[in-house]
């Protein structure tokens, strides 16, 4: 069966760097889009990244824009996500999630199979 398992969360100070990762099971990664979400404490699931044919196509929010590089390897079937410059806005639970529909454009996506998150945490 399709699983989706997410790790590399912590607690890092303003300024830190992370590395998520998204191990994936069931089905390969490389037909699919793959997204990173998070959700801040009483907020809604906010798209953070996608990724299509391991990099050939990345698209990020632009809360995110040149401090986090989404990757993938088609053959370990896992998505990454590099975090640099991280800010205490950035506290969330981060997941990993596969794309059903949407668009970057309004970064509105609906997704049939997302993983169990990991908790990133920016504080001093």
């Known amino acids: 069966q399709v699983q989706l398992v997410e790790s590399g969360g912590g607690l890092v100070q303003p300024g830190g760097s992370l590395r998520l990762s998204c191990a994936a099971s069931?089905?390969?990664?490389?037909?699919?889009?793959m997204n990173w979400v998070r959700q801040a404490p009483g907020k809604g699931l906010e798209w953070v990244a996608s990724?299509?044919?391991?990099?050939?196509?990345?698209y990020y929010a632009d809360s995110v824009k040149g401090r986090f590089t989404i990757s993938s390897d088609n053959a370990k079937n896992t998505v990454w996500l590099q975090m640099n410059s991280l800010k205490p806005d950035d506290t969330a639970v981060y997941y990993c999630?596969?794309?059903?529909?949407?668009?970057?454009?309004?970064?509105?996506?609906?997704?049939?199979?997302r993983g169990q998150g990991t908790q990133v945490t920016v504080s001093s």
């Open positions: 069931g089905f390969s990664i490389s037909t699919y889009w």
């Open positions: 999630a596969r794309v059903l529909r949407g668009s970057v454009s309004t970064g509105k996506f609906e997704y049939d199979y």
């Open positions: 990724i299509y044919g391991a990099g050939f196509m990345t």
